[in-house]
């Protein structure tokens, strides 16, 4: 038997086998706070700049063009590239020392969020009121959309074929939207005696657009008749335009501090562009990687990664394609599936953070903590791993490595407690080609909500963990 081992001895023995979680807030010198607060400024802007795939596209296409990178379509030399897929989604990539043959690293997220989306027949007037009609997107929470100022942001095809980009509703010379809701005096019937899922139905989510007559009351519909004509007159949009167009509700409004220390950032869509963003500005400041470093920006995560601009499609197979073929090697089926199959990847997406106020869905020692860094997870997936691609080991253990040595500070999580929910990334359509993956990603509560939390801590340290698997693996 062992003697009895001193106090001293002891606490010398938890500190060198116990893993202690780290507050990233404990770690950092006033020089990184300093960096975090300032990460967390150009982060809002592109929160506000890229509230859909489409938008997202065009504020990344900006800032690749800033920073050298050079349309792959469009041919030339030099050593970072992007290619568009579709207006939607979007790929980036530094080529590194190392021929592409011998693989890549990849971080991957999505551009997506959860919303409204428009219906192709929407425009109609109940009790003399206009409203447009739509279809949630993703996995929302109804009642979280009800009244509440919306925006409108699309792209709308008219005619000719001619695109025309809206956006109302953001600034403060705009009008907003809103979905009305019903007052508690007459609600006990219909919401609050009943479950949750069913009190709100899809059906309901009506965009309350107009309030105006057009003509006089003779004249047949004339609220969707003076919403169309103001339409037209400011647009030169007709009804049929409106079945050939993607428009999105979202929440009206900017990305704001949350606190009074503002250590923490409230804002729709930080699933995910929280990793969009930090892949992105990582991305930027690599310029000699070991490896090819490619960022890529998907559409479709919240709907199944279906459609040919989500991850299932073959877009990535395309833009390694063309990276061969800029560099002067044949991209041959079996260059390409060699060059996958020896790439290793994030999948940079969000993870659902403790919440203190429903722990019970949780398992502690065992779920992401706001501000304890970025986040990874091993395997996603729901009853059983059901779903997950399931990372390897070894994977961990390099990136584990990794993380250490460049002062990342991480945790992991997981999404809630065995047999409490769950839920899927697109990990598993890049594991797939038989390379590496791994969920790597930024803790948010409320997540799906119109109003996103984050800590800009762990923001920050997403950011210097993509960083580093660009630059320094
Ligand atoms: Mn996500
Ligand atoms: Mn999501």
Known sequence: MKSKLSKKKVEELRKRLVRKPQLVWDLVRPGEKKKIFEFAERYKG?????????EGVHAIESFAKE????DITKGGGGKK???????????????GKNPLSSGMNLIASHIDSPRLDLKQNPLYEEVDLAFLKTHYYGGIKKYQWLARPLAIHGTVLKKDGHALDLQIGESPKDP???????????????????????????????LLVGSLPLGDDETKERFKLAVLEYLFSAYGVIEEDLMSAEIEIVPAGRARDVGFDRGLIGAYGQDDRACAYASLEALGGVETPEKAAVALFMDKEEIGSEGSTGAKSRFLEDFVSDLFEGT????????????????RALSADANAALDPDYQEVHEKRNAARI?????????????GKYGSS??????????????NGNKVVWQTGEIGKV????????????????????????????????????????????????HAFFDKI
């Open 46 to 54: 592109f929160l506000d700049g890229a509230k859909t795939e489409r």
């Open 67 to 70: 920073n050298g990178f050079k």
């Open 81 to 95: 590239f992007y290619k568009i897929n579709k207006n939607k989604n979007i790929a980036l990539a530094v080529l």
């Open 176 to 206: 907003v939207f809103t979905i009305a809701d019903l007052l508690p005096h007459l609600s006990r019937k219909l919401q609050s005696d009943k479950k949750v899922s069913e009190a709100f139905e899809g059906e309901k989510l009506n």
């Open 328 to 343: 002067g090697q044949e991209a041959s089926a079996k260059a390409l599936r060699s060059c996958l199959m020896k790439s």
């Open 371 to 383: 501000g304890y860094g970025v986040c990874i997870t091993k395997f996603t997936g729901s009853r």
């Open 390 to 403: 399931d990372a390897n080991a070894e994977y961990l253990a390099d990136i584990r490595r990794l993380f």
């Open 419 to 466: 047999d409490e929910g769950g839920g899927g990334t697109i990990a598993k359509f890049l594991a797939v080609y038989g390379m590496e993956v791994l969920d790597c990603g930024t803790p948010i509560l409320s997540m799906h909500s119109p109003f996103e939390i984050a800590s800009k801590a762990d923001i920050y340290m997403t950011y210097k963990a993509y």
